[in-house]
């Protein structure tokens, strides 16, 4: 456990794709970095990260444990601290602002910068057995695990926004046998942008199904996901397409901070500056809690950003005598 109060150049909260680069970029630039690690993760459960170069088909604990091992071996100004963060100040008494971070034992950390790079996580449907298969055939992105599930029949979990459009008319592409739309009960909307969606989805060649689903489980029959009904009988896919809400994990770091966010639940962080600063000044923030591309590779390349950036205003810092 570190001493209370320990000070670094730079804080990082997130052990991810985009807090690993992110800490990498500080270290090259030769800075003292606290890396936190909550060992929770978006993509918990899931056996294979895709779409990234060198690593497709990867397990992506693999790819976190080995990323860390490789900056840790390399770069002695880093240091892993596996903990939760769970509150976080900007300290501007004195001559030299700080930050200021605390994990749920009450340990203070202290930092000239601070990266958020927390993610994100999903508020699931309340479904029996989604959660079990949340990434492993349960699809959010066909980027992502699109391509391995393709040749079958493709179910769309909901349609309920233009939003959902793009990617159930790319799910033809990958369609053998058909795609579906489960409304879970929801014959019918009124809200303008869905049935829009539904009537453009159904042009497309998409079936509607409106019974309520009871439940879903792996298909015994085979690989996919077996949809049952509650009125009874129930329906084979190979790959079940849904994009439930995503929150920040460091919402509550976010408000006491006073980031300014976009409106809407996801609430994400807007960035001030190419380097992705926010709008406290000496904050940046990477990866998923600023963007809805959820993709390693763009957590990868906004974590150095962010990175480079607080690498880059400490050494204008150090040159002016200021903080």
């Not at 460091?250 to 966010?261: M, N, R």
Request: charged share 20%.
């Amino acid at each position: 456990m570190q001493n209370s109060k320990a000070s670094f150049d730079a804080l990082v909260i997130g052990g991810g794709p985009a807090g690993l680069s992110a800490a990498m970029a500080l270290g090259r630039a030769c800075r003292t970095v606290a890396l936190f690690d909550s060992q929770e993760y978006r993509n918990e459960g899931v056996t294979m990260m895709h779409n990234v170069i060198c690593h497709d088909g990867e397990n992506p604990d693999n790819y976190r444990d080995t990323a860390a091992k490789e900056i840790l071996d390399k770069y002695d100004t880093i240091t892993l601290i596996k903990t939760k963060i769970i509150g976080a100040k900007h300290i501007t008494a004195g001559a030299r602002p700080r930050f200021e971070v605390t994990n749920n034992e009450g340990v203070i950390w202290s930092g000239r910068k601070l990266i958020l790079a927390s993610g994100t996580r999903e508020i699931f449907p309340n479904i029996k057995g989604y959660k079990e298969l949340w990434g492993n055939g349960i699809v959010h992105c066909l980027f992502c695990d699109g391509y391995e599930k393709r040749g079958g029949h493709v179910g769309i979990l909901g349609l309920q926004s233009m939003k959902e459009l793009t990617f159930t008319l790319m799910s033809f592409l990958l369609a053998r046998e058909g795609v579906t739309v489960f409304t879970n009960g929801v014959s019918s909307v009124t809200d303008n942008d869905a049935q829009k969606a539904r009537q453009i989805a159904e042009a497309r060649g998409a079936r509607f199904d409106h019974r309520v689903i009871e439940s879903l489980s792996e298909n015994p029959d085979g690989e996919g996901v077996r949809i049952q009904f509650r009125e009874g009988g129930y329906q084979n896919v190979r790959m079940l397409l849904s994009t439930p809400t995503a929150i920040n994990r460091a919402a509550d770091l976010i408000s006491s901070l006073g980031l300014e966010t976009e409106t809407g639940p996801n609430g994400y962080v807007i960035c001030k500056s190419p380097m992705h600063e926010t709008s406290l000044h000496g904050c940046f923030v990477a990866g998923d809690t600023s963007t809805p591309a959820k993709i390693v590779s763009v957590a990868q390349a906004t974590g150095s950003l962010a990175g480079i950036g607080a690498a880059m205003q400490l050494a204008m810092d150090d040159a002016s005598g200021s903080e």
